[in-house]
């Protein structure tokens, strides 16, 4: 079982940056997936969840209205399009998949499948 994250690179600060997560190894549709980030010196933190079929998704108030978390089940695949991107949402991004179903947790404890990351550095 494999998540790969992609799509992270330098952009300024007002840009916007697509980041992907492929899946491999078993299908990931019966599962809540999510976006997380870690910045220098700071723990991991929550920055979106989405639910089955994209029923549902919940985000960090910090990215709320700028980040939009998707996924393609059938690609078994997710996504996180990123717009008016800060300086402050410099970090490396990581993917996950929880055992759960529609439970939308903000907590990394309840992902047990991780991407390996991608940084994403955002110039002032």
């Known amino acids: 079982v494999q998540l790969q994250a992609s799509g992270g690179g330098l952009v300024q600060a007002g840009g916007s940056l697509r980041l992907s997560c492929a899946a491999s190894g078993r299908n990931f549709g019966g599962n809540d997936m999510g976006w997380f980030r870690q910045a220098p010196g700071k723990e991991r933190e929550f920055v979106a969840v989405i639910g089955w079929r994209g029923s549902a998704m919940l985000y960090a108030d910090s990215v709320k209205g700028r980040f939009t978390i998707s996924r393609d089940t059938a690609k078994n695949t997710m996504y996180l399009q990123m717009n008016s991107l800060k300086p402050e949402d410099t970090a490396v991004y990581y993917c996950?998949?929880?055992?759960?179903?529609?439970?939308?947790?903000?907590?990394?404890?309840?992902?047990?499948?991780w991407g390996q990351g991608t940084q994403v550095t955002v110039s002032s």
């Open positions: 996950a998949a929880s055992p759960r179903l529609n439970y939308y947790s903000k907590h990394s404890v309840d992902y047990h499948y």
